[in-house]
């Protein structure tokens, strides 16, 4: 079955910039979509489409892709953007998966 | 305002079945792709089922032959029937609205299944 890779966790210091990965073979052809998720807390969409920011998230969240690989970035991290973080994707087959998850850590 | 609400979780055993709604105010399911995600405890995220607009449904391997993803249109609502439940389906059950950008959630229902 298809399977989107994200690193464990990442660390990043209050103001840092922290990057997310996402390894999938079809995302040279599909959107990846990202959602945070803080404990206790239904997920939230954070960036669709590549890199389309919803309206209220902060723009020092953005997205980008190439070939297999899609990044989430959180330019000057603050200590509110603690939190799981997950990719979306499809297959290629229309079926929809989930990354592993990222727990981001800042301090 | 949009909300989504889900009822139906509980405790049931291995074998069992149980049917969760999604009862939705704010816009209208049948014009919408409605989607059902699942999180087992401490785990990740897990897509389990879709359902387009048209009527089309999907299911994740893990589930497809057990579930059922529905709406009714009267009642504005979203369902998944469960059955044959293993203790592997033990999750938060949340609908959400859309298909890919799922930008409204439910707060979710807990299902466990043990004996």
């Known amino acids: 079955s298809y399977e989107l890779t994200q690193p464990p966790s990442v660390s990043v210091s209050p103001g840092q910039t922290a990057r997310i990965t996402c390894s999938g073979d079809a995302l040279p052809k599909k959107y990846a979509y990202w959602y945070q998720q803080k404990s206790g807390q239904a997920p939230v969409l954070v960036i669709y489409e590549d890199s389309k920011r919803p309206s209220g998230i902060p723009e020092r969240f953005s997205g980008s892709s190439s070939g297999t690989m899609a990044t989430l970035t959180i330019s000057g991290a603050q200590v509110e953007d603690e939190a799981d973080y997950y990719c979306y994707s499809t297959d290629s087959s229309g079926n929809y998966v989930f990354g592993t998850g990222t727990k981001v850590t800042v301090l | ?115």
């Open chain 2, 1 to 115: 305002e949009v909300q989504l609400v889900e009822s139906g979780g509980g405790l049931v055993q291995p074998g069992g079945s149980l049917r969760l709604s999604c009862a939705v105010s704010g816009f209208i399911v049948s014009s919408n792709y409605m989607t059902w995600v699942r999180q087992a405890p401490g785990k990740g995220l897990e897509w389990v089922s879709v359902i387009y607009s048209g009527g089309s449904t999907y299911y994740a391997d893990s589930v497809k032959g057990r579930f059922t993803i529905s709406r009714d249109n009267s009642k504005n609502t979203l369902y998944l029937e469960m059955n044959s439940l293993r203790v592997e389906d033990t999750a938060v059950y949340y609908c959400a609205r859309d298909s890919a950008a799922l930008k409204d959630w439910g707060q979710g229902t807990l299902v466990t299944v043990s004996s």
